[in-house]
């Protein structure tokens, strides 16, 4: 699906019968939101942090440039609400590894076994764990890249603290701090 044979965006200003809430994506890396515009296709919104009223009803999705789409969402809000996703990009490249690991390991694994059986020695059991090794992996790598992940809510997220408020709290207590603990060895006893 093309940007530019998208129509138009739907992020315009809101009129006084739509429902709108403020996006703010939070996010390691460039990304963008897009509107669903049709059965299968989907609409430029805005860049991450994005900061734009859009219409709350319509599915939406974020993605970027060597990142997994999220699934389909809705805008969780009242209208008018400031909303904040924050966003767990998943690499396109780690879900294609584990696709290529999944579909090669098996043949490697069945190399081993063949190896094995015409008594190639100990390269044939190196190949068959490795096939069994590379399908394990490969399957975590597509389970966990699948899709980004994505939480909402209308609640700032939490800001980084200030390094004087990282200060330990023994370090800005008035009570003076217990002696270091002693060890002591009775030697005789009357």
Do not use: N
Request: glycine share 8%.
């Amino acid at each position: 699906p093309s940007a530019a044979s998208s129509p138009p965006s739907r992020s315009s200003p809101p009129s006084q019968d739509r429902k709108t809430a403020t996006v703010h994506i939070e996010s390691d890396r460039p990304l963008r939101l897009e509107v669903e515009a049709g059965r299968r296709d989907w609409a430029f919104v805005c860049p991450s942090p994005c900061d734009k009223e859009v219409e709350l009803g319509p599915k939406y999705r974020i993605l970027g440039s060597g990142v997994r789409a999220t699934s389909p969402f809705q805008i969780e809000a009242q209208p008018g609400q400031r909303v904040f996703i924050e966003v767990d990009t998943s690499s396109k490249a780690a879900f294609v590894v584990g696709i290529v690991l999944v579909s090669v390991s098996p043949v490697v694994s069945l190399a081993g076994l063949v190896v094995i059986v015409l008594g190639g020695g100990a390269v044939g059991p190196g190949l068959a764990v490795g096939g069994l090794v590379g399908i394990a992996a490969g399957t975590v790598m597509i389970a966990t890249s699948a899709r980004s992940g994505y939480t909402q809510s209308t609640a700032a997220p939490a800001a980084p603290m200030a390094d004087a408020a990282r200060e330990p709290i023994w370090a800005a207590s008035s009570v003076a701090p217990a002696p270091p603990p002693t060890l002591e060895l009775p030697i005789f006893r009357f």
